[in-house]
């Protein structure tokens, strides 16, 4: 594993791996019909990732990395699969609502992770933070005044889950910090290729999409993978505060790409999103302000 030292260096490479990450919603947005497809694209996205970093782990560890998977233990299983479960409602979630609804709903993790530490781990929450927490759920609820519709509510609710999905994924490594990371992740996606089998079999559907629609699951499965691993490169160098700021360039660049014309998808935020959506991204600033004096370093490996 390449490890960087300084920040300097560092900071531009997890900028990078969240500008891959921010290309998601509109590989999506791109595909044919992504509503008539979701086990399909959830099939081919979460196959490409377990071989991407069963390769990715192949090539650190050598033929012995499989062992990886007699360690991941109890809180490997749970995290992998509130991955799972947070990989296959996003897809459910941006295709029933906005792209800026379902990634600002991703934006809320880092609460819904300290909620749950405080729930499961008895990890305690300052004043400070609950503060964030609540600035955070107003925003929250004045996106959700702005999904009235049944088909925008489901794909928020949709959203939340995926988020408190991810909070799981996070809080289990919190709870064991000696799982190994990626091979959790790795299950993550096997866990989505078992789960969409059994749905695919079940309703009679074929495995396979369009060629082309298949093309933009891998890609996005692909975009996941490698940005993932340029996050945990740049991770070891970077305080938790900075990470927290940082993932912002999914989320802001996720928005942007959607609704820049020269993409062609054209899709713009609703009021209620955007003034949501500020009210959640001053509880993240406040949140990571409030970060600077812990000096912890977060990393996925």
């Known amino acids: 594993m390449i490890e960087l030292r300084s920040p300097k260096i560092a900071i531009p490479v997890v900028l990078f791996a969240g500008l891959l990450w921010s290309f998601g919603p509109l590989v999506v947005k791109y595909m044919d019909n992504p ?13 490409t990732i377990f071989i991407l970093l069963n390769l990715y782990l192949l090539f650190e560890e050598g033929k012995n990395f499989y062992k990886n998977y007699f360690k991941i233990g109890l809180s490997g299983m749970i995290g992998g699969s509130g991955l799972g479960v947070a990989m296959i409602t996003f897809i459910y979630s941006i295709t029933n609502t906005s792209a800026a609804v379902t990634l600002l709903c991703l934006a809320a993790m880092p609460f819904f992770t300290a909620l749950l530490a405080f729930l499961f781990l008895k990890e305690k929450i300052s004043l400070n933070v609950w503060t964030s927490i609540v600035i955070a759920t107003a925003g929250i609820l004045i996106m959700a005044l702005g999904n009235t519709s049944e088909k925008s509510l489901i794909g928020f609710v ?10 799981v994924f996070s809080v289990s490594l919190r709870w064991r910090k000696e799982t190994p990371k990626f091979t959790t992740v790795a299950f ?7 789960f969409s089998s059994i749905a695919i079999i079940t309703n009679d559907l074929v495995f396979f999409s369009s060629s082309y629609n ?4 891998s890609l996005h499965g692909t975009l996941v993978c490698f940005g993932l691993i340029l996050y945990s490169i740049g991770s ?26 020269l993409f062609g998808i054209n899709e713009v935020p609703t009021t209620n999103t955007i003034i949501g959506g500020f009210f959640l991204f001053v ?7 409030i970060m600077r004096w812990n000096k912890r370093y977060i990393a996925l490996n």
């Open 35 to 47: 509503q008539l497809v979701p086990w399909q694209y959830i099939f081919g996205r979460g196959l």
């Open 158 to 167: 949709f959203g939340l889950t995926a988020s408190i999905g991810f909070s």
């Open 188 to 194: 993550a996606g096997f866990f989505c290729v078992v």
């Open 214 to 217: 298949g093309t933009l699951f």
């Open 236 to 261: 070891k160098a970077i305080p938790a505060a900075e990470l927290t700021l940082l993932s912002l360039t999914e989320v802001v660049g996720g928005i942007f790409w959607v609704w820049l014309p």
């Open 283 to 289: 509880s993240i600033i406040y949140y990571s302000l």
